[in-house]
């Protein structure tokens, strides 16, 4: 069965709680700015995944990436959003011809800071 | 492979190790009084933006282009840190160990001496990182740096400046070179998973209209005394496999013109020292008694500071150089949580 995003973030929280009290529920609630109660919620996917910015705020505190999270819980940033969208045909055609593509391959086209002569 | 990751310059070497990786901030700061007194690590404030030089052709110096690389933007007299993090590897129970090579100007910033390729021990003209978290300037004595300062390049202040006589590099220069996987894997064997999980948890506990011209570009100088060690390289120089390394030119743009560049904001000026210890707010210092720091390079020693050479020449350089008695400090152990270093707030 698919893992829900609710059930993925207890998973996580879980597993760091093993190393530190700092991932309690109440401590990464106060850490997001959120109430604990509203946590537990979102954790036993009770209530609809919190907001962009808090998924983000709650990736940062679980040590977890915010794009992963978002997409569990069928989002996208916003500053992705952003970028399809000032040039959405060519990034509507990327994404399109990337999408059976291989990770590796996905990767090979990942921008690489260029070195020059000096 | 050399790529940007929200705002941070990521090194890989996937045909090395999966886990031989190099994150690097460059991180925004407290510019230190330049009085002559030894202060405390002071805070990371976020991390400047990093572009890549090719995305803005037409706006940069043609310089830069030949340089490739990336961009920052930097106020006049602003400060910097670099904060260094490696790949963790976890069924070792280790981070990758990467030797870097920090220059500003192409002038060393261990040593002092010109850019050169490869690493040297006598002098160490590189960094280790885990064991060295962050560099904060130039190594001018044991256990004492000089913080990296950003001066416009062609006023004299840069340490290039001062060394070469000549204002034509500027920035940063930077390699990278991880450890050789045979050597990591003999001197880090495989343990036990819960081992694995027990030493990580041990270390946790323990511790920015006309055309931009090459007249924008910015240079670092060496401004206040800072209490900070740099380590002697733990392993040996043949542990290290220098011939794959990797390197990056990061150019230094005069805040005031980033937006010019890149049609955005840039950061807000940061607040003073003297603002800073008003507040009562925290300063760092960093205890790693396992390691023997390097004694300072001479060259670097010798370096005049921006307020000592601004008063040589009539110059005021630095807006406010006000001498603060840093009252809480914070003592970091080696191993340091991960993203929660010398934070402002948690």
Redesign the interface.
Known sequence: MRQTFGSYIRKVRDDRRL??SEFSVRKIAS?IGVEPSYLSKVERDEVAPPSEATIVRLA?AL?EDPDLLLAMAGKVSSDLRAVILKRPKLFADLIRQLKNAPDHAVLRI????????? | MIELLHDQLFFSFPGIHPDASLTIQFQRTLRIPDDDRDYPLPPGLGCFPLRHVDDFGARVPEAWIEHGGILLPMYQSEAMWLNFDTGYCDDRGVSYPIAIKIATGKINAITGLPWSGGLHKHPQNYAVAPEQPWLDGYCVEKGVIRQFVAMPLGAGYTAEEQLTGAAEHGGIQISAFPMKREVFERRFPKIDRSISQLRRMSLDDTMAVSEPTARDSMGLAPGGRMKQEIYEDPYDLSDWDTKSGARCFVHITNSLIWRQITGEYPPTVPPTSAEYARYGLPWFDYYEDRLSALRGSNKLKKLKSVAALGKEKNDVPLPENQSVSPEKIIVLRKGLKKNQVRELAD
């Open positions: 190393e530190s850490r940062v040590g990942a921008r690489e800071v260029r070195d020059g002569r000096w």
